[in-house]
């Protein structure tokens, strides 16, 4: 495949940018799936809610987050569309051979090579992005990008309720896995590689650099370390909220979901439907409206006010973040189910916000010889942290607190964990006034 020199016309950039966003949602499709179907995989195999928390956390953040970082280093001096290519086929046959598990450490060794899959999708992606589109429409970009995060994970909410509804969870990972591999030839016979640092300003560095290049570098910049961290650790509350809110709402809603769903059409509804559909609809909605809606808000702010204002790259999401707090607390608390799609509309908008703004940011700290390897950075900072902890941290506190609460405990675990905003939004307040100093200028 050969490097695409030539500038691309705003419909191919439109075309890239969708085929990234399809192969991002199938990345979170195949990482989410599991947020619905461990209700009947925990009744099937038995397993706790801390089993649940270390199979979908730790298992695969562990290979995800740390192989994230030499594969984009290998993406900053090779073809970074075969690199995904290459990572997405992988992934997607891992995923298929969760379905073959019977027990906890088969499921827990599946979900880990799923990791070392989709350790190659994400870093090469931002710095494709970061190449096809100027540094002004850059934060827009990327956050459009990321709606494969809040796509990919209600489509694979949904999906998964009904093929465990319908079939049976081992094969949701066989249809999910199998769409992965259709995808993949497609994705590199269609998607160009871009030239590295075509669109910035001349003179911008283009050579490969040396992991302890890239690591000077960014130990200069302190608001890098800071809306990494506190990017990791809003991860740890939206992780974890993506991965048990459909048990949360099955516990303590599940004789209440049907009742929404009276006059829905037959067709969207299999036969003798259970709560496990009825929780992959309701937060499959919204995962799908306020996530797309906060992620597309935030990028937008951010390319409309950062040209003058960098610092609105971590004040937006600060904001953001500590608008989040007081509408979680109050949809966990709320006794109506009616209440708390509404109310959960805003948080879901608000936790995603960031990700625009702040991942634009981070390719504006490092020149094109970087990038991949700098994303790669945030990558495993967040995810070791946010994906990694998230989600062994709310099941491990519902096993803590089920002999006081019962089957309530999920809420307050849920609970416990909104604090990690407060640090996420205190550490973007910090960065905000240096994000000009550690913006890379040619």
């Known amino acids: 495949m050969k490097t695409h020199t030539e500038p691309a016309s705003a419909a191919y950039r439109g075309y890239v940018l969708f085929a990234l966003i399809v192969v991002y949602t199938i990345n979170f499709i195949d990482?989410?799936?599991?947020?619905?179907?461990?209700?009947?995989?925990?009744?099937?195999?038995?397993?706790?809610?801390?089993?649940?928390?270390?199979?979908?956390?730790?298992?695969?953040?562990?290979?995800?987050s740390t192989l994230g970082v030499p594969v984009a280093m290998l993406a900053d001096r090779t073809n970074r569309v075969r690199i995904m290519t290459v990572a997405?086929?992988?992934?997607?046959?891992?995923?298929?051979?969760?379905?073959?598990?019977?027990?906890?450490?088969?499921?827990?060794?599946a979900r880990m090579t799923v990791g070392v899959g989709e350790a190659g999708g994400v870093a090469p992606a931002y710095s494709i992005v970061s190449d096809y589109f100027p540094p002004q429409q850059r934060a827009l970009a990327l956050g459009i990008y990321s709606f494969g995060i809040p796509l990919g994970s209600a489509i694979g909410i949904v999906f998964g309720g009904v093929i465990?509804?319908?079939?049976?969870w081992r094969s949701a990972f066989f249809i999910v896995g199998g769409l992965g591999l259709v995808i993949a030839p497609?994705?590199?016979?269609?998607v160009r590689e871009p030239k590295r640092g075509g669109l910035d300003a001349p003179g911008a560095k283009a050579a490969p650099a040396k992991f302890g290049e890239v690591i000077a570098t960014l130990l200069k910049k302190p608001s890098f370390?800071?809306?990494?961290?506190?990017?990791?650790?809003s991860s740890i509350v939206a992780y974890g909220m993506f991965a048990w809110m459909p048990a949360f709402l099955v516990r303590l809603f599940g004789d209440e979901l049907p009742g929404l769903f009276t006059g829905f059409p037959s067709f969207l509804m299999p036969p003798n439907p259970g709560p496990v559909l009825y929780a992959a609809y309701f937060y499959g909605a919204i995962l799908a409206v306020g996530g797309v809606f906060g992620?597309?808000?935030?990028?937008?702010?951010?390319?409309?006010?950062?040209?003058?204002?960098?610092?609105?790259?971590?004040l937006a999401p600060a904001i953001a973040f500590a608008l989040t707090i007081p509408f979680l607390i109050v949809g966990l608390n709320t006794s109506s189910l009616a209440?708390?799609?509404?109310?959960?509309?805003?948080?879901?908008?608000?936790?995603?916000?960031?990700?625009?703004?702040?991942?634009?940011?981070?390719q504006h700290m490092a020149p094109p010889n970087m990038?991949?390897?700098?994303?790669?950075?945030?990558?495993?900072?967040?995810?070791?942290?946010?994906?990694?902890?998230?989600?062994?941290?709310?099941?491990?506190?519902?096993?803590?607190?089920?002999?006081q609460y019962g089957n309530e405990s999920l809420r307050y675990s849920m609970l416990t964990a909104v604090g990690f905003y407060v640090i996420a939004a205190g550490l973007y307040f910090i960065a905000a006034p240096r994000l000009k100093k550690d913006w890379y200028v040619a």
């Open 371 to 403: 990038r991949a390897t700098a994303g790669a950075m945030f990558l495993l900072i967040n995810n070791l942290i946010g994906l990694g902890f998230g989600d062994f941290f709310i099941g491990r506190m519902s096993d803590f607190y089920k002999a």
């Open 339 to 362: 209440t708390a799609f509404f109310v959960f509309l805003l948080p879901t908008a608000f936790s995603l916000a960031w990700l625009g703004p702040a991942l634009s940011a981070f």
């Open 186 to 190: 497609l994705f590199f016979l269609t």
């Open 295 to 314: 992620i597309w808000l935030g990028g937008a702010i951010a390319d409309r006010y950062g040209v003058k204002h960098k610092g609105i790259y971590a």
């Open 164 to 168: 465990a509804t319908v079939l049976d």
């Open 88 to 109: 997405l086929t992988l992934w997607s046959a891992c995923t298929m051979a969760c379905g073959l598990a019977t027990n906890f450490l088969q499921l827990f060794l």
């Open 225 to 233: 370390w800071l809306l990494s961290i506190g990017g990791a650790s």
């Open 31 to 64: 990482r989410q799936i599991l947020g619905i179907l461990a209700i009947p995989i925990q009744t099937d195999l038995g397993l706790t809610d801390t089993q649940l928390g270390l199979m979908r956390g730790v298992s695969f953040a562990l290979f995800y």
